[in-house]
């Protein structure tokens, strides 16, 4: 799955719960639909600026039930988010350190630790003489 696919699938998962959850607040406690969608969006990332408040007792208690499902939602998305961002971020290293040509060199078969002493044939490289 490429990247947007990852990105859009990730939208469309969040989307239905602020869109449900704007919708909810606009008929229950009568305010506006930016209101509304502003209160889900702070109260699903945890924010909670307190600027608005739900008054009426089916407006708490869908708020309740709004955070128990919304939050681990939006939990996920936020997470799915960053390890997007993060592939992103090592693909692009990994680019960049192929690009500059520093890649993993050949074995060398002089350094392979076998004694600890090098014997008579062996010389030691030329930069370290």
Same mark, same amino acid.
């Given at each position: 799955?490429?990247? +947007?696919?990852?990105?859009?699938?990730?939208?469309?998962?969040?989307? *239905?719960?602020? +869109? @449900?959850?704007?919708?909810?607040?606009?008929?229950?406690?009568? #305010?506006?639909?930016?209101?509304?969608?502003?209160?889900?969006?702070? &109260?699903?990332? &945890?924010?909670?600026?307190?600027?608005?408040?739900?008054? &009426?007792?089916?407006?708490?208690?869908?708020?309740?039930?709004?955070?128990?499902? +919304?939050? +681990?939602?939006?939990?996920?998305?936020?997470?799915?988010?960053?390890?997007?961002? @993060? $592939?992103?971020?090592?693909? /692009?290293? $990994? #680019?960049?350190?192929?690009?500059?040509?520093? /890649?993993?060199?050949?074995? $060398?078969?002089?350094?392979?630790? @076998?004694? &600890? $002493? *090098?014997? *008579?044939?062996?010389?030691? *490289?030329?930069?370290?003489?």
């Amino acid at each position: 799955m490429t990247p +947007g696919e990852r990105l859009f699938q990730l939208l469309l998962l969040i989307a *239905p719960m602020i +869109g @449900a959850g704007t919708v909810f607040f606009h008929f229950v406690e009568g #305010w506006s639909w930016i209101d509304s969608y502003f209160f889900s969006v702070i &109260t699903l990332s &945890t924010v909670g600026y307190g600027s608005l408040v739900p008054a &009426t007792v089916l407006g708490k208690i869908g708020t309740t039930v709004f955070i128990f499902f +919304g939050l +681990g939602i939006f939990a996920y998305v936020i997470q799915q988010f960053g390890k997007l961002s @993060a $592939e992103r971020q090592a693909a /692009h290293s $990994e #680019w960049l350190i192929a690009r500059l040509g520093h /890649h993993k060199a050949p074995a $060398e078969p002089h350094a392979d630790n @076998a004694d &600890t $002493e *090098p014997g *008579p044939d062996q010389h030691p *490289p030329a930069a370290n003489r």
